[in-house]
């Protein structure tokens, strides 16, 4: 039987494995950061009439430049963005890919600063971009004298920035963010996909665009509004960076019901988003209830949770599985990672993990 290995791939992705978070069917699934309260059921009809309306002329190809959406999304973002700064594509992880065909590639570098969104690597490799990582400081933050520093270091073309960061929840400032595009020649790319969980007043990198045209701004549509499932991400820009994507992105790669969807789901942002405060006040619960069973939270800005204090996450994964909860083991030593869900399955994931250090002592 013939394996990968068998085949004449690339040798740069030999031993390369694909991204994936284990799917399993369970009661309380908190492993990948999805929205849990799900799509309002007016808005959800309404998603539906749109796509309806897309069936009668889908034997046309879709609107190439998807104009409607890119108003949409431009309304939505303000901070005076225009059709001209938007791009979108199934998901910010191929929007992330459109970014690294134009502006990566072999001979080019990429720097990340680890842990950080695990994609960003692997599309690095995908699209021949060296990866290199730079330190961060204690407690997972990045200072402007840091970002500074690693630039000088590595001297990249590219700078990632995940703001706020994912898998730890770290916030960014704009003062490194700043710093980081003063300090390099090549691009800085910021991925905000979880800026409608930030506190309140915090500023977005999208007031940093105006005078700055090899900045970018990536968001997503995923997690603020439940639509994990449409497969909508969306970048802001300047024009000419819009014009640089064009050139490597697939004809027609947003299909009329892609577009029909996102068109409708923005145009209800407003209740879309009222779930949002829950899920912050549930991600908060957890910071302040995890101590008391034995665990350290890292402060967070997201829809999740990293916490320390986990002697074997493998083994407390599998005992939170065996109760029907899921959460992330990422790798990083003594930490998991959790969603905030609903009330509810916030309090069942807490209720299921508060016996488990006791109970794998007891097993072993």
């Known amino acids: 039987m013939t394996s990968l290995d068998d ?28 929205n849990t309260h799900g799509v309002p059921e007016d808005v959800a009809q309404d998603i539906v009439r749109h796509i309806a309306e897309a069936a009668l002329t889908i034997h046309r190809y879709p609107d190439r430049e998807f104009t ?15 059709p001209e700064n938007m791009w979108a594509a199934n998901g910010s992880n191929e929007v992330t890919q459109h970014v690294l065909q134009a502006f990566g590639g072999p001979g080019r570098r990429l720097l990340g600063f680890p842990p950080t969104y695990s994609m ?7 699209t021949g971009t060296e990866w290199v990582e730079g330190r961060r400081d204690e407690g997972y933050e990045i200072s402007p004298e840091t970002v500074v520093a690693e630039i000088e270091r590595t001297k990249p073309d590219i700078v ?5 960061n994912n898998p730890t929840g770290t916030g960014v400032p704009m003062a490194t963010i700043e710093a ?56 802001a820009a300047d024009p000419a960076v819009i014009d640089a994507l064009r050139l490597v992105r697939l004809p027609y790669h947003l299909s009329a019901f ?21 899920i912050k006040g549930q991600r908060d619960r957890l910071v302040a209830e995890l101590p008391s069973l034995g665990y350290s939270p890292w402060p967070s800005e997201t829809n999740f ?41 916030t309090t069942a994931f807490l209720q299921a993990l508060s016996g488990a250090a006791a109970d794998l002592r007891r097993e072993n």
């Open 68 to 82: 409607p959406l890119r108003e949409s999304l431009a309304a939505y973002l303000g901070h005076g963005m225009t």
């Open 120 to 126: 960003h690597s692997i599309l690095a490799a995908a």
């Open 180 to 235: 980081a595009y003063d300090a390099t020649e090549g691009v800085v790319f910021v991925d905000e996909a979880y800026a409608e969980f930030m506190p309140t007043g915090s500023p977005s990198a999208l007031t940093l665009l105006p005078g700055r045209p090899r900045l970018m701004v990536s968001r997503t549509m995923s997690k603020a509004f439940a639509f994990a499932g449409a497969r909508v991400g969306y970048l």
């Open 258 to 278: 892609t577009q029909a969807a996102a068109v409708a789901a923005l145009a209800h942002s407003a209740e879309m988003l009222a779930m949002v405060e829950d």
């Open 7 to 34: 085949l004449p791939i690339r040798d740069d992705l030999r031993g390369q494995k694909p991204y994936g978070a284990p799917q399993r069917q369970v009661r309380v699934a908190l492993n990948v950061n999805e």
């Open 160 to 164: 990632f920035l995940c703001a706020p």
């Open 305 to 345: 949770v990293l916490f320390g204090g986990v002697d074997d996450p493998h083994a407390t994964w599998e005992y939170l599985l065996e109760r029907d909860v899921l959460v992330r083991d990422l790798g990083i030593p003594n930490t998991l990672r959790v969603s905030a869900g609903t009330e509810a399955e």
